[in-house]
């Protein structure tokens, strides 16, 4: 019975590892959407005051 048990470790750490990583995966993801809504609400001040200094030019 040992290399059953050992097959069922093996088996555990793997899903463990697949776990870990689609964890990582979701934090990153989350992160880049963070990010990417930071940068569209950056261009869109920007974008605004740039309107604003034509309507006064």
Not at 14 to 31: A, G, H, T, W
Not at 36 to 48: A, F, H, T, V
Request: net charge neutral; with cysteine.
């Amino acid at each position: 019975m040992p290399f059953i048990n050992s097959a069922d470790f093996a088996s555990d750490l793997i899903k463990q590892i697949i776990s870990e990583c689609e964890n990582r995966l979701e934090l990153e993801e989350r992160k880049q959407r963070e990010n990417s809504d930071r940068l569209r609400s950056s261009i869109s001040l920007k974008k605004q005051e740039f309107e604003k200094s034509l309507v006064k030019g």
